[in-house]
């Protein structure tokens, strides 16, 4: 029950600090100096969760627990870090700018996707020994 209740009160303060972080999304989409560095940002930010996803699909053998969790949060939060790219990606005013942005919105959703497809799989039908059943 703890944890549950830890989980809410994260979110809790996360959609919290969403709210200023949209104001000051909208502000500086008003000048190119500021938001096409602040969209290549969003563009590194994005490539951080496919590398995430291949070190938790490598597991335990061959990279360290710390590490192993440090990717599982950074791809808990994939959602709520989609929705400031899809806000900062709908702000853009500049050409540079919407390109990294589409490209950062592109690359999340791709490896959330893939992430949930890989979920799936691990999760299907599977006998007591842990295989696949024969068709």
């Given amino acids: 029950m703890w944890a549950g209740g830890d989980l809410l009160l994260d979110i ?12 000051l999304i909208w502000v500086t989409a008003r000048f190119e100096a500021f938001y096409t560095p602040y969209s290549k940002f969003l563009l590194g930010l994005s490539l951080s969760a496919p590398v995430c996803l291949s070190v938790l699909f490598l597991g335990e053998k061959h990279v360290g627990q710390s590490l192993i969790t440090l990717c599982l949060y950074r791809l808990t939060w994939s959602p709520l870090i989609l ?5 900062s990606r709908l702000v853009a005013r500049f050409d540079r700018a919407k390109r990294f942005a589409s490209y950062a919105l592109l690359i999340e959703v791709l490896t959330l996707g893939i992430a949930v497809a890989l979920f799936i799989h691990e999760a299907g039908p599977k006998d007591i020994s842990g295989r696949y059943p024969a068709p």
């Fill in 83 to 87: 929705v400031g790219m899809g806000i």
């Fill in 12 to 23: 809790f303060i996360v959609c919290l600090f969403m709210v200023p972080t949209v104001f």
